[in-house]
């Protein structure tokens, strides 16, 4: 059973950078497509990245295009998401998911199509 375990969460000033990582245990998570998801106080969950298995796509939220980037690391078998000149609005806590590449080889932004889920790692931008 895949287990994904996120962490790098902090808080880290406006104009500052994080890297989140997802470390996969139990599956190779080059087989899965990966989608990093975030949820503030008081507000829905939204999708933030994705990767597409063995690569084949990514996708970035408007909000997060030029400053995030969303990578994996085979040999780790971990994916990361770079965030770089963090905004306030950034604040959350993210999620990382994944879906088999069987059922979903591209990036498709609905939570409720990802299965399996981390605990979440808390994001707070602030001065």
Known sequence: QL????SGGGLVQPGGSL????AGYGLTLDY???GWFRQAPGKEREGVSC???SDRSTY???SVKGRFTISRDNAKNTVYLQMNSLKSEDTAVYYCAAVPQAIQAMCVMTAGGFGS?????????SS
């Open 3 to 6: 287990q994904l375990v996120e």
């Open 19 to 22: 890297r989140l990582s997802c």
């Open 32 to 34: 899965y497509t990966i």
């Open 51 to 53: 990767i597409g298995s």
């Open 60 to 62: 970035y939220a408007d």
């Open 117 to 125: 889920w981390g605990q979440g790692t808390q994001v707070t931008v």
